[in-house]
């Protein structure tokens, strides 16, 4: 069972990595920030594993800046974290996030809980806004930890923080809303595995994305 949770295997629309019961998606055709586009973030709960997805929102702008960036970070066997924004602000939550991952781990000898690491975070993000020559983060994430219980959290640049089974970051209104509603609708019916909450993830990412981009498929 953990050398399987552990096998990477390739999807049509994202490689997926599978550690401990979480998981990431992440679409590698375009993996970049530039003007106006910080991407699409989904995480789902399901009843044994969660599991957090990241991609382009729109196409390149023309003339825009661009530079690889990575969405996703594996903080440590539990947990997981995505971003959308800024590349170096990103980078900077991924890091603060992973070192106190390792700190609650030496000291504790186990992964932090996931709500006070997303508090953490929310905290990170709130200071980040004060003080007498504030330089607000401009990024958002989404932490998914396998738990027990698995669980997501969406911590946005101003410092909130909300867990739900499902969220979906950085989208537009209308394709937000399509995905969160399809997603709902899915959790409601009960609880649902790894397998499905995997396949959730990847749906609710491609519609986000597709809808934000104006090209949703009818």
Do not use: I, Q
């Amino acid at each position: 069972m953990a050398t399987a949770r552990r096998a990477v295997a390739a999807l049509s629309v994202a490689a997926f990595v599978c550690a401990s019961g979480s998981g990431s998606l992440e679409a590698p055709a375009r993996r970049r920030v530039d003007g106006g586009d910080g991407g699409v973030l989904v995480g789902v709960a399901g009843a044994d594993a969660a599991f957090v997805g990241a991609a382009s929102a729109e196409p390149a702008a023309a003339g825009a800046l661009a530079y690889p960036f990575r969405r996703v970070w594996r903080l440590d066997a539990r947990t997981t974290l995505a971003a959308r924004g800024l590349a170096g602000d990103a980078r900077l939550v991924a890091r603060y996030a992973r070192d106190r991952c390792r700190a609650h781990r030496r000291t504790f000898g186990s992964s932090p809980p996931p709500s006070r690491l997303a508090a953490d975070l929310g905290a990170k993000f709130a200071a980040a806004r004060c003080g007498a020559a504030p330089r607000p983060l401009h990024c958002d994430v989404v932490l998914a930890s396998s738990g027990p219980p698995p669980a997501v959290f969406a911590v946005t640049s101003d410092g909130r923080v909300v867990r739900r089974n499902a969220v979906v970051v950085g989208a537009s209104d209308d394709a937000a809303k399509r995905a969160t509603d399809d997603l709902a609708a899915a959790l409601d019916a009960g609880p649902v595995d790894a397998d499905a909450a995997r396949a959730l993830c990847r749906a609710a990412l491609e519609t986000a994305a597709e809808a934000s981009r104006g090209t949703r498929r009818p």
